[in-house]
Each structure stands twice: as structure tokens, then as C-alpha cells.
């Protein structure tokens, strides 16, 4: 189900002021925290209500650095006890269960696409409460900032009793975190403020990471396997829609080059698909969402009013053989992209998301056709994300907790933005 879409303000007169004395901007920490409190944290959040000892089996700790660790994180109001759940006979505090108080706080992310912006909250447990979409604004970029800040404040205003603990920002393009600054050609953006912009709009810290790399964190943060070895190794990440982008993680850690991400944009598919790079056969003129609405027109395939995706699903579910050719080329395309990708890095699991191929699961055979023909590898572990279509709000969900999960007492110190 698409999320609904909230109404975005008139901001034609609005000028973002100079705020750099009140933003906090921090670098995204996307990686499975090996401290004590952030590994005593992250058990009760996946798998709350959860006993003391649990914990102290499943992190490896002392029961009694568990104990430490669990009484801070109740004084600061991360967790609750559940005395109801208390087994039978159990005698002592340390008995009785422990989840994450997931009911009085949240945090914001927002994922800023080239077409729609999504805005979702979160709660402590990485787990999306409501979210909605926008048109991501086209002009200058102070201004598109200004009506995202305000659209996402307006979102935040809706949860009165819940406290806001920080916000997160995906993007495609080049991000510099530290900064929170990013270029984004195909927005037009050139070192945007999107860091400054968002935390002095909505009063909160903020972290800004690549999309792509949010993706690939949240498969680490927000998926059961957080806490168990199933993060061990090199993993790849590919993702596939309007843009196309990959991340690597090694070991429970994001790969964050120091100069940004890098691109798999121009890799060469042997099309025809005219690039603005001036070149031909370019991997996002091939694939991206526009590209192939650019094709179903021309052979006639959609109506110059139809311009969505969902339109040429439907077309190819209701029996056109154009529209699923058209579909099976990016698919195809996608399958050799992956095998390429594949055996350049022989990652040990490769994940695949956006909705190029979780959309229309009709064209996963056709992925795993090219890919099994075009890599030279034996049999990988490839696997589609368990997001889904909701995957860009589970990587801004992921940015937006990253520090929470990373250092939690640190987060709920007292911040003045």
C-alpha cells in the first residue's frame, strides 16, 4: 500500500535563514555497535520483552556488566520493565523483563528522492509508525530544503506525546555527513545544506547519509539477523529504480568512503539509451524508472497521460507483449549488472532493492537468468530485500537511529540545537 501523500506548503516567498550556530549536525554511525550499552540495547530492541540473562547470552556480556548496563538504560528512560511477564517463582529485579520503551519517543527520517520525498517515524525499535510522501520540490535548493524541513515538522506535530530524538536524512548524490552538505546533479543541488536546513527546522540533531549506504545499514540495523551472526563478512548491497547505487558492508559495518559513495551509473549495458553524460548505453539511462517509461511511449505502450510505473504493470499483467519485453530488457539488464558487480567484489550475500525489483516480481526471473549466465562465480547467496517497497523509509528510519543504537545513553544527554 502507497503511503499517503501530505500537501506541501507555498514557500515561493521563504528564504531558509543562516543557522549554523543552532544545527547539530553528527556522521551517521551505520554499524552494529560492539559497546556495551549499544549491545545490550540493541537485544532488547529485537527481541523484547527479554530477560537479563537472555541478553548476557546473546551479547556475550557479564550478567553483571548486563545489570549496569540495564539499570542505565532504565534511569535514562530507554527501557521498561514488564512485571507482568515476570515468570512464576522468579524472585529479584533482575528477573523480571526488560523491552524497549518504544511508546513515548520517536525518531524522523526522510528520504529525499529525485521524484517523491517520504517522511516516516519512527519508534526505538526500528519500527516505521506512520509515514507520507511528497513531491520532492523542484527550483532552488534553499527553498526545496525549506518545504521539506516544514513538511516534515508538520508530520512531527502530529504525535503530541511522543518526543522527537533525532532525524535522519537519505540522499542520493555526494554526501559529505560531517558537513551534512551533498550535490545532487539530477536535483540540480550543489552544496546543499541539508544538514543545517533540517536539524534547525525541526530543532533536532540530525545525520545525513547516501541513500544507498542508508539502504545497506538498515538491512543490518532492522532485520532479525542484528543480532546474530548472519551480519559476519563482506555484503552487497545493489539498488535499482530512478537511480541506481551500491554499498559494501564488511562485518557488520557500512563502507563509507572518505570522499562519498561510489557510482555505478555509468557502467556500460551495450544499449542504445542516450545518457546526459552524452554517452550511450549507460547503466541508470537503461534502467531507471524514466528511461523505461521513455521507451513504453515511444512503442506506443503507454498513453502520453500515462506516466507512472504502476501504469505499465498493469499494461504487462493485462497481456502486452510489448510492455513485458520492455520489462524483461530491465530485468535482463539488472540480472547482468548484479553477476558483474557479482564477481568484481564475490561478496558473501548480495542484496537487491528498490522497486526495479521488488515492484514487479514477475521480472525476478528474468534477473536470475542473466545473472546465472553472465557470472562466472558457483552459486551465491542473492536475495531480494525484506523491505520491499518500503525500503527508502527504512534506510532514512536507519540513518535517524543510528546514533541511538550506537551510543544510547549519549543520544538522551541534554543537546541544545
Not at 527520517?109 to 520525498?117: E, N, P, S
Not at 524508472?289 to 504487462?316: N, Q
Request: proline share 5%; aromatic share 4%.
Amino acid at each position: 500500500m502507497s503511503a499517503p501523500t501530505l500537501s506541501r506548503p507555498d514557500f515561493s516567498r521563504f528564504s531558509l535563514a543562516p543557522a549554523a550556530t543552532r544545527a547539530r549536525i553528527v556522521v551517521p554511525d551505520l554499524r552494529i555497535a560492539d559497546g556495551a550499552t549499544g549491545s545490550v540495547f540493541r537485544v532488547a530492541a529485537d527481541r523484547g520483552p527479554v530477560s537479563r540473562d537472555v541478553i548476557a547470552k546473546a551479547t556475550g556480556l557479564s550478567i553483571a556488566t548486563v545489570n549496569r548496563q540495564v539499570s542505565a538504560l532504565l534511569a535514562a528512560g530507554l527501557l521498561r520493565e514488564r512485571a507482568d511477564l515476570t515468570e512464576s517463582g522468579a524472585v529479584g529485579r533482575p528477573r523480571i523483563p526488560v523491552e524497549v520503551e518504544h511508546d513515548r519517543f520517536l525518531t524522523v527520517g526522510i528520504h529525499i528522492g529525485a521524484v517523491v520525498t517520504g517522511i516516516v517515524a519512527t519508534d526505538l525499535r526500528g519500527r516505521i509508525i506512520s509515514a507520507v510522501e511528497i513531491p520532492t520540490p523542484s527550483g532552488e535548493q534553499s527553498l526545496a530544503l525549506a518545504s521539506i524541513t516544514a513538511s516534515a515538522k508538520a508530520f512531527v506535530s502530529r504525535w503530541h506525546r511522543r518526543t522527537a530524538l533525532w532525524a535522519g536524512v537519505a540522499i542520493g548524490g555526494r554526501v559529505d555527513s560531517a558537513a551534512g552538505l551533498v550535490d545532487h546533479p539530477r536535483l540540480g543541488w550543489s552544496q546543499a545544506r541539508v544538514g543545517e536546513a533540517v536539524s534547525s527546522g525541526l530543532h533536532l540533531p540530525v545525520s545525513v547519509a547516501a541513500h544507498v549506504e542508508a539502504m545497506a545499514a538498515a538491512e543490518l540495523l532492522l532485520t532479525p539477523n542484528k543480532t546474530s551472526g548472519g551480519t559476519a563478512g563482506a555484503h552487497l548491497y545493489i539498488y535499482a529504480r530512478e537511480t541506481a547505487g551500491v554499498a559494501i558492508t564488511f562485518d557488520g559495518k557500512v563502507h563509507t568512503p572518505a570522499t562519498g559513495p561510489g557510482s555505478i551509473s555509468h557502467l556500460p549495458t551495450g544499449s542504445s539509451a542516450r545518457c546526459t553524460c552524452g554517452g550511450t548505453g549507460c547503466l541508470e539511462a537503461t534502467i531507471s524508472d524514466r528511461a523505461v517509461l521513455e521507451r513504453a511511449h515511444l512503442e506506443g505502450v503507454l498513453t502520453p497521460g500515462d506516466r507512472s510505473m504502476r501504469a505499465l504493470y498493469e499494461v504487462a499483467r493485462a497481456g502486452s507483449d510489448t510492455a513485458r519485453a520492455i520489462l524483461a530488457d530491465r530485468a535482463s539488464t539488472l540480472g547482468r549488472t548484479v553477476a558483474l558487480l557479482r564477481d568484481l567484489f564475490n561478496p558473501d550475500r548480495v542484496v537487491l532493492g528498490g522497486q526495479a525489483f521488488t515492484e514487479y516480481p514477475e521480472g525476478i526471473t528474468y534477473v536470475v537468468r542473466a545473472l546465472e549466465r553472465a557470472s562466472s562465480l558457483p552459486h551465491k547467496n542473492v536475495h531480494i530485500t525484506g523491505f520491499g517497497n518500503r525500503v527508502q523509509a527504512h534506510a532514512a528510519g536507519a540513518v535517524s537511529l543510528s546514533s541511538l543504537y550506537s551510543d544510547p545513553l549519549g543520544v538522551m544527554r541534554p543537546v541544545t540545537v
